[in-house]
């Protein structure tokens, strides 16, 4: 009996090692993990993540069309200068006369270019200037919102990293109370006092164990691969065992949330766009006003020479002019603009409003889910103690032949479906705390 429990145990453990081998050798790929804080993998994935790269590039932009359009309010024109040079030659004839040749084929011209200067354009310059700071304003609330969603991305697969070792050590504990169940039924199976259907029970008990196990280490090997391509390091990285504390409550009242989640970066970002809407809508009646513009002119007159020189100046000409003008009709270009325009502004208002009813229903969900998720934790931990002492009670009766096996392995599942709540609980209110922080755009310690 004792050899045919030794040959059972022995054809299961090569069927498993046979059934988990590719796991467990595609499992080593990758290379050792650096460990690095939230913060840290925050701090590098708000640096080269593309979005934010793209958010700040678009507010360099923003910043150089608002140095731009204030340049343009001062009146300052474009200047250029000209110079140029010029040798006639041939024969020249009158009539069928020849002509005598020039004695100064040479001739220059120079002069100082003044562009227009427009004096009055019915403020289309002013509210250009006033939407491009709007834009800039809108760019800085794209720029915050981008930051706080490479963040929530970052810290979800951060809480992935750490769940993954929460289950890895939920299935080494169930792998320590399988073998323990193993060995007891072998010693009561050489005792004559179980059947052999207790000891593959056990084998198979084992082997599930070691799945869990592996299953857990791939989910870490694949958090890690996700968190290290959020911080684009040449390394893989993964979290610090220290941040796989129990989760901080949260201080801050709901008044308070509520008025940080009206103001955080979406709503921000969609209240400027209306500001840019609105200084967009102003400027678009600037073409029912006239506009004035101004030019001016300077040249030098030279003497002409028979050969190529620089030449001196011998006197110089200016020029002043100025120019009025109003479109009485241009195809309704500009009704069709006013009309775009008011659309624009009547859209950018209802995406705002939205905007802020958004956030208040993110607040209130994001808040039931960690409230949930909190007392669901403590919950969690009780039924834990308690699945445990049923545990060692049913063991201890096994032992003594009182008990079924059936009544062993029902008892090592509930433990074992306690463990796993509670990892999804944490893992719930990670998650639930980490979108409030993306809503209302700041930390929460």
Known sequence: MKMLVKGVTMALAMTLTMTLAPVALSAQVGGEARAISLDEAVRLAQLNQPSTIQARNALRTGAGNVRQARFNLGYIPTLGISTGATQRGGERYAEGVKLPTTPNPWSYSRGLNIGAITLFDG???????????SNLTASEATLISQQYNVALSVKTSYYAVLTAREQESAAQRQLEQAEQQLRVSTAKINAGSATRTDSLSGAIAVGNARQAILTAQN?????????????????????????????????????????????????RQADAQV????????GARAPYMPTLSMTMGYGLTVDNSAHYQWG???????????????????????????????VGVENAEANLRDQKFLAQQNLTTFLNNFSTATLTIELNKLQIQAAE????????????????????LTAQ????????????SRQNARLAKANIESLIGRDLK
């Open 219 to 267: 989910q870490l090997r694949n958090a890690n691969a996700q968190l290290t391509r959020y911080v684009a390091t040449p390394f893989t990285v993964t979290a610090t065992a220290a941040d796989t504390s129990d989760i901080a409550p949260i201080e801050l009242d709901e008044t308070s949330l509520v008025a940080m989640a009206l103001e955080g970066p979406a709503v």
């Open 123 to 133: 403020g289309q310059r002013w509210n250009n200037y006033r939407t491009q700071q």
């Open 275 to 282: 500001s840019a809407q609105q200084a967009a809508a102003r």
């Open 312 to 342: 001196a100046p011998s006197g110089n000409s200016t020029s002043l002019g100025f120019n009025l003008n109003y479109t009485l009709f241009n195809n309704f270009q500009r009704e069709q603009q006013i009309i775009t325009t008011r």
């Open 389 to 408: 002492e049923n545990l060692r009670v049913v063991q201890q009766q096994y032992n003594l032949g009182t008990k079924q096996l059936l009544d062993l």
């Open 413 to 424: 599942t509930s433990l074992d479906n306690a463990r796993t709540s509670l990892i999804t």
